[in-house]
């Protein structure tokens, strides 16, 4: 690996494919098996040696990012305006100057961290590329490999040359800079990434690829944060801080310090947040619960409670369900049934 490498993350999206769940909060800040995404990020690329961190906020994104990384000394850089992945790199020229750098979009996970990127970046490289072997390349830019050589890359083609994936993570030297400095806006008005890259390409310069090692997950939808949150889980080791009576827990269980859990039945792998509540209710595998959220008398299972959000005396099991910072699902008198539901922040359900 070169150094002094430099690390920046891009969280000014607005995450519109996540709304309701993103109308208040910034996609990265959402939590999974109890962290906000963006912490995995940043831990990810501390682990790797890289230690002085950029973070690309949007004037709608930065108080919130600002709240969910104030224990990171990371350096916060606004882009006005969403024009591109290649625009936002653009933005934080002042930060990176002529250090090569990571490039990790702020909404990725990797299993197994971001080390063999660096390590593959090497003297008279240009640039890595994450990779990742995927079933549906039409929906992503795709690159195309002589050896571990790419190039070409094509962004969501209908006849998609490969089936590798460009996933979240780039490691750059600084002529990136100038390639993006002169590129044009793509068919949708945005400066892509894939773009630049094509640039470095055509100029002759190594670019290489190299395949994501465990798995990998672009947190864009509900179902892909019930899955990240999924994964997350079965790595969990059980510890219990908190306050457990009466209360019966089967496998991997983290309870956090200050919250409760008082004649309930939890099976994991779970997680319950700090301040957390969970009383006579029942909490399934691969459920995590946020700071100050509340399960009474209630099923939850496979699920994403925020901070503050509310379960409480429902007649039907929740599945498969993320409800936002403070939303409620409060029930009346009625037969239990299974019931699947996306809430953003400060919702309320009241189920008959």
Not at 104 to 132: M, T
Not at 192 to 203: N, S, Y
Not at 235 to 263: I, K, N, Q
Request: charged share 25%; proline share 7%.
């Amino acid at each position: 690996m070169l150094s002094p490498m430099k690390g920046l993350i891009l969280a000014a999206g607005r995450g519109t494919r996540l709304r309701p769940l993103t109308h208040t909060r910034p996609k990265p800040v959402i939590r999974v098996a109890g962290r906000p995404i963006i912490h995995y990020a940043v831990e990810n690329l501390l682990q790797a040696g890289v230690e002085e961190i950029g973070v690309v906020v949007s004037p709608e994104t930065e108080k919130d990012l600002r709240l969910a990384l104030e224990a990171y000394p990371v350096r916060y850089i606004l882009q006005e305006e969403p024009q591109g992945l290649a625009h936002a790199v653009g933005v934080a020229r002042g930060f990176l100057g002529q250090s090569p750098f990571v490039l990790y979009l702020g909404d990725n996970l990797f299993q197994k961290g971001i080390r063999p990127f660096l390590e593959a970046f090497s003297e008279g490289v240009s640039a890595v590329i994450a990779l990742v072997r995927v079933e549906n390349p039409r929906q992503f830019g795709v690159a195309v490999l002589e050896g571990e050589r790419i190039v070409r890359l094509v962004e969501k083609p209908k006849d998609p040359p490969s089936d590798l994936a460009v996933a979240g993570v780039y490691v750059f030297t600084p002529e990136i800079l100038e390639v993006i400095q002169d590129l044009k806006p793509s068919a949708r008005g945005e400066y892509e990434i894939t773009d630049a890259i094509q640039g470095l390409i055509e100029r002759g310069r190594k670019v290489v690829g190299v395949e994501v090692q465990g798995w990998w997950k672009d947190t864009g939808r509900p179902e892909d944060l019930l899955d990240a949150n999924r994964l997350l889980l079965e790595e969990l080791a059980p510890r219990l801080d908190g306050e457990v009576e009466e209360s019966h827990l089967t496998g991997r269980v983290v309870v956090e310090r200050g919250a409760r859990v008082v004649g309930s039945r939890i099976i994991g792998p779970a997680y319950i947040g700090e301040g957390a509540v969970v009383e006579g209710a029942y909490i399934g595998p691969f459920t995590s619960l946020g700071p100050g959220a509340r399960v009474v008398r209630a099923e939850v299972e496979y699920a994403i409670l925020e901070d503050q959000a509310v379960v409480e005396d429902t007649p039907l099991r929740l599945q498969e369900s993320i409800l936002g910072v403070g939303a409620q699902v409060r029930g009346r008198n009625g037969l239990p049934r299974a019931h699947r539901l996306v809430l953003g922040d400060l919702s309320q359900v009241e189920l008959a």
